[in-house]
C-alpha cells in the first residue's frame, strides 16, 4: 500500500528561501508547489487543496494577510494548516486576529530547513495541533470596519482572479511574472 504524498503550497517571493526550503521538503518527499506572490497563489489554491500552506507575509500582488484571508474564505481550504513564514514580526492590530488562525509563526531569521521540516512533520501527525482558520468572533468592539475590511479583500481577491481568468489578463500576468 502506498503512503499519500504531502503537498506543500510554499508562497514566498524569494529565491534564497525557495531554494534552501523547497530542496529539504522535497529531500523528505513532500511535493512542493510554489507561487511567488498572492496572486498567483491564490489562483493556485483555486486548482489544488494542498495539505499544508507555507505563507510568506510580505509578497507583491496580494500580501500573505489577503492570501490568510482567501483561505479562510473559501470552505474547502479553511481546515488547511497554516504555517506563517516570514521576517515580519510587527503585526498591524487589525491582522493581529486573522493570524492567529495560522497553525504557527515562524520568523525566518530564527529558523532553519531542519525547524521547518520538524514544524511540518508535527503538523503532519498531530503534535502540533492544526487550527481552524477562522476568525473568532470579538464581541467587545463592532465588527463594521472590520467586516467591511474583509468583504473588500475578499470582493478584491476575487475580482483580482476573475480578471486573471480573461485571456488577455492572464497572458499578461503570465508574461509579468517571467520578470
Known amino acids: 500500500m502506498s503512503e499519500h504524498v504531502k503537498t506543500i503550497l510554499f508562497v514566498e517571493d524569494s529565491e534564497v528561501e525557495l531554494l534552501a526550503y523547497r530542496?529539504?521538503?522535497e529531500r523528505e518527499g513532500y511535493c512542493v508547489h510554489w507561487a511567488k506572490d498572492?496572486?498567483?497563489?491564490m489562483r493556485m489554491l483555486h486548482n489544488i487543496i494542498p495539505d499544508l500552506v507555507l505563507l510568506d507575509l510580505v509578497l507583491p500582488r496580494f500580501d500573505g494577510v489577503d492570501v490568510l484571508k482567501f483561505?479562510?474564505?473559501q470552505t474547502s481550504l479553511k481546515t488547511v494548516p497554516v504555517i506563517i513564514?516570514?521576517?515580519?514580526?510587527?503585526i498591524e492590530s487589525d491582522d493581529e486576529v486573522l493570524l492567529e488562525?495560522?497553525?504557527k509563526r515562524l520568523l525566518k531569521s530564527q529558523c532553519t530547513p531542519q525547524i521547518?521540516?520538524?514544524?511540518i512533520k508535527d503538523i503532519f501527525t498531530g503534535k502540533i495541533a492544526a487550527k481552524p482558520a477562522t476568525k473568532p468572533a470579538d464581541k467587545s468592539q463592532?465588527?463594521?470596519?472590520?467586516?467591511?475590511?474583509e468583504r473588500n479583500t475578499t470582493q478584491r481577491a476575487e475580482a483580482a482572479l476573475a480578471d486573471y481568468q480573461e485571456p488577455n489578463t492572464a497572458q499578461r500576468a503570465d508574461a509579468a511574472m517571467v520578470d
Open 23 to 25: 530542496t529539504a521538503m
Open 38 to 41: 498572492g496572486l498567483e497563489a
Open 71 to 73: 483561505i479562510q474564505a
Open 85 to 90: 513564514f516570514s521576517t515580519n514580526s510587527i
Open 101 to 103: 488562525g495560522a497553525t
Open 116 to 119: 521547518m521540516l520538524k514544524t
Open 142 to 149: 463592532p465588527h463594521d470596519n472590520g467586516d467591511l475590511r
